[in-house]
């Protein structure tokens, strides 16, 4: 009776401690994200609804963030009309959205040039150690682990996001 008793117990303060841990998978009732704006050259990406934007976000790109991502290992961000494929919640970066980059397009010209075009672009948080630099990432856009918490939140699977310049 005792050992039931302590297993009884030992399972209700697991399961109580449990109940304080904050979740990293907030619930958001808002507005649908019908779209995602990303505008490189001032560091700002939009969650917008319809016509509104609902959120506005400083992001850090690729480590050489000019013109379009055109091969694996080039350090750019890639540039045009993508939609988001998934979400991770099992990140290296906190968490993230998968971005379909390459497209057929971008397939097509680095196999033209002999190259591999990359892939594994994401919208995701930040690196587990401090970065000195404001675009550290391989090509992807990085805001905070706070902000991606809230991001995934809100953005679905198929949402389109418009990369420019």
């Not at 779209?35 to 400083?58: C, G, N, P, T």
């Not at 494929?85 to 990140?91: G, I, L, M, V």
């Not at 906190?94 to 379909?100: A, D, Y």
């Not at 404001?134 to 953005?155: F, H, L, P, Q």
């Amino acid at each position: 009776m005792r050992l039931f008793r302590f297993v009884v117990i030992l399972a209700l303060a697991v399961t109580l401690a449990a109940c304080g841990q904050k979740s990293k998978f907030l619930k958001y009732n808002g507005p649908e994200v019908t779209q995602i704006h990303v505008y490189k050259a001032d560091r700002k990406m939009f969650l917008i609804h319809q016509d509104r934007v609902l959120e506005s976000y400083d992001i850090a790109l690729g480590f050489a963030p000019a013109g379009h991502k055109q091969f694996e290992g080039d350090g750019k961000t890639p540039e045009g009309a993508y939609y988001i494929t998934h979400k991770n919640p099992d990140s290296n970066f906190h968490l993230s959205l998968g971005i379909s980059y390459p497209n057929e397009a971008d397939i097509a010209f680095a196999e033209a040039e002999g190259k591999d075009p990359g892939g594994e672009i994401f919208i995701h948080g930040g690196p587990r150690n401090p970065i000195s630099r404001r675009d550290w990432t391989w090509g992807c856009v990085a805001v905070s682990d706070k902000e991606m918490e809230v991001i995934y939140s809100m953005v679905k699977p198929g949402t389109p996001i418009f990369i420019l310049p």
